[in-house]
């Protein structure tokens, strides 16, 4: 029995020291609180961000804190080359010092207050972290990041595109031109991205180092193997060679592709020609080198000007529109290099007689042509510019009123010998001749051997039913000289 009352008296005294340990230790953690709690420095053995801060206040440990970032760069860097730099704050970004002190402000009045921190302190120490907060002003960078703030001068991206080569007649493809231009938003964004990064790891005072992606430059619309470009170019191509002589005896106007590109356009890769504007080209050359049925100046042996009018003049070139425009087409879509006259309207009448012989230009006689002054009752025959028959003659009867016609009208044809007929049943007639040479319903030219006299008035009571008759041989210089289609040209 007295052993068990030993015990409990050892027990109770351990129990007691206990109690009076752990009261003395939280008298003695109450007092260091109080005097913590009236310090304005953080406990011994406290580190902030790695930064020793035992015995400092936020502020100093602030001013460690942020030592450094005044000192940190930001470089773009540019094909290796250094194309920008500038502080953090040239980027717009502030550290945000009062924030940075409520923080630190915090983590000191924890110590003061928190037992477990207390007792982390008194074990091995307190180690906090804060983040450094920052203000950024994003119209700052987006002034400090731009185009024409990088040292480089920028290069503008362009397309490729086709080129007529005019000493090679053909169309090549220029290449597209990689350049350096960018949006500024996109070189913005990017060092948004890197600074935040940068300023995130604590790390002051180093350089953040800012390579430009080559995939920001602005690239060409239009490369070189543009499907589109190049079936273009393959179509033009195929149409520049094209040149078109036209003919008007020695003289030329000549159609190229000076022209005919205003003619094309390409839909769909497909050339497309402009009708209406190929059409009106060919009206164009019908105005300009038409002769017939037009008012015909002309210049006649004896000196006198003369107007032969439109209505009788049945001589001359005129262009078969439809046909000329089809013959243009077919020489354009298969690329040609022609030499050629116009598509002609060759014959009149349904015995296909001719209409013109040849040309100068614009001048369709060209120095071969018969020329009959009715008044004076003379022929004049040219070839070559060279008077082949200078003659009287007869023509049609003024009194029987069978006068030849006035006019300018193509040589039908020739023939020899030939008999004409002619008249009513009243006076009816049917003579042979040796050189024929008709040219307007009937009437022609004829020797006439049955006349003695040629020239003067005989015409007024004793002329033809019509015809030019003429003395039997200059009938058959004329006839040995002439061909189908030659000018006659008869005038009073």
Request: charge should be negative; include cysteine; charged fraction near 25%.
């Amino acid at each position: 029995m007295k052993k068990k009352s030993t015990g409990g008296r050892i027990f109770g005294v351990i129990i007691f020291l206990l109690i009076a340990v752990l009261a003395a230790v939280f008298v003695w953690m109450g007092m260091y609180l109080k005097e913590q709690s009236q310090t304005e420095t953080f406990f011994a053995n406290t580190t902030i961000n790695g930064v020793d801060a035992s015995g400092r206040t936020p502020e100093e440990v602030m001013a460690v804190l942020t030592s450094g970032y005044g000192d940190s760069t930001v470089s773009i860097y540019e094909a290796e080359e250094e194309a920008l730099t500038g502080t953090l704050a040239e980027y717009g970004y502030e550290v945000d010092f009062d924030t940075l002190q409520a923080s630190l402000e915090d983590k000191l009045r924890k110590q003061s207050t928190d037992l477990m921190t207390l007792v982390e302190s008194l074990i091995g120490g307190n180690t906090f972290s804060v983040e450094i907060p920052f203000s950024f002003d994003e119209d700052t960078l987006k002034a400090k990041v731009t185009a024409a703030n990088l040292a480089a001068e920028r290069v503008v991206s362009e397309d490729a595109y086709i080129k007529y080569k005019k000493k090679k007649n053909s169309y090549v493809i220029v290449p597209e031109v990689y350049g350096t231009e960018f949006k500024d938003e996109d070189l913005q964004g990017l060092v948004e991205e890197k600074i935040n990064g940068f300023i995130s790891t604590g790390k002051p005072g180093s350089a953040l180092t800012v390579d430009f992606p080559s995939e920001f430059y602005l690239k060409p619309a239009i490369t070189a193997d543009n499907e589109t470009l190049v079936t273009n170019c393959s179509i033009m191509d195929s149409y520049c060679k094209t040149k078109i002589t036209y003919q008007f005896g020695t003289q030329t106007q000549v159609l190229d592709w000076s022209t005919i590109q205003k003619w094309l356009s390409i839909r769909d890769g497909m050339a497309v020609l402009d009708e209406e504007a190929m059409y009106n080209y060919v009206v164009s050359l019908q105005a300009e080198y038409e002769t017939i049925h037009h008012d015909r100046k002309f210049h006649t042996s004896t000196g006198a000007d003369i107007v032969i009018p439109a209505s009788e003049n049945d001589y001359g070139y005129s262009i078969y529109e439809d046909g000329e425009y089809s013959q243009l087409y077919s020489d354009i879509t298969s690329n040609q290099v022609v030499t050629r006259e116009p598509v002609y309207v060759k014959t009149m009448s349904e015995y296909g007689n001719p209409i013109y012989y040849q040309r100068e230009g614009k001048d369709d006689l060209a120095g071969t042509y018969v020329e009959v002054n009715l008044t004076t009752q003379h022929l004049w025959f040219y070839k070559n510019h060279e008077l082949i028959v200078d003659t009287p003659i007869v023509s049609g009867c003024v009194a029987k009123k069978t006068e030849t016609k006035t006019g300018a009208f193509p040589l039908a044809y020739k023939q020899s010998p030939s008999v004409l007929k002619g008249g009513d049943a009243a006076d009816g007639y049917e003579t042979e001749v040796k050189y024929w040479m008709p040219f307007y319903e009937g009437q022609g030219m004829h020797d006439a051997d049955w006349r003695h006299d040629f020239g003067g008035n005989i015409y007024i009571n004793s002329g033809s039913h019509g015809c030019v008759n003429c003395p039997p041989a200059a009938a058959e210089k004329i006839y040995q000289n002439i061909e189908a289609g030659v000018a006659i040209i008869l005038y009073k």
